[in-house]
Structures are given as C-alpha cells and as structure tokens.
C-alpha cells in the first residue's frame, strides 16, 4: 500500500462529512445573524473557521500516525 492509497479513503470519506458539518454550521450562523451583534457573528465565523482547519490538521495527523503507519507497515512499503 502506497501512502497515496492510504490518504484516498481518509481525503474523500473525511473532508466529505467534515466540510459539510462545517457548511451547515457556517450557514445557520449567516442565517442567524440577524439575531447577534455583528462582532459577535464575525467572531463566531472566524472561530468555526479557525476550529475547522485546526480539526482537519489534527485529524490528518491522527489519522497518518494511526492508521496510514500501520497499514503502510505491514504491507511493507515502509
């Protein structure tokens, strides 16, 4: 198994549920910003954006340390 092979379900299953969760809660803050002081709603979109590239930097390390290492290991390709 190739690193390439590993990383293609992680990219495609991960970032699919991830940036949609993120989409959703990204649109319900525009939808609702109306109700919240304009600083108040910029900070919360700049926090979920912040907190959604920190969660994908820390999953992809997880994610690579995990299970990319042992598969690669013990098909041998390390």
Do not use: K
Not at 36 to 54: C, E, F, R
């Amino acid at each position: 198994m190739t690193f390439e092979e590993c990383l293609w379900g992680w990219f495609y299953w991960e970032d699919v549920v991830w940036l949609s969760l993120w989409a959703i809660a990204l649109w319900a803050l525009w939808r609702f910003r109306a109700i919240l002081p304009g600083w108040l709603a910029l900070a919360l979109v700049v926090a979920v954006i912040i907190i959604a590239l920190l969660g994908e930097y820390v999953s992809w390390e997880m994610y690579y340390n995990l299970v990319c290492y042992e598969r690669m290991e013990t098909s041998g390709t390390l």
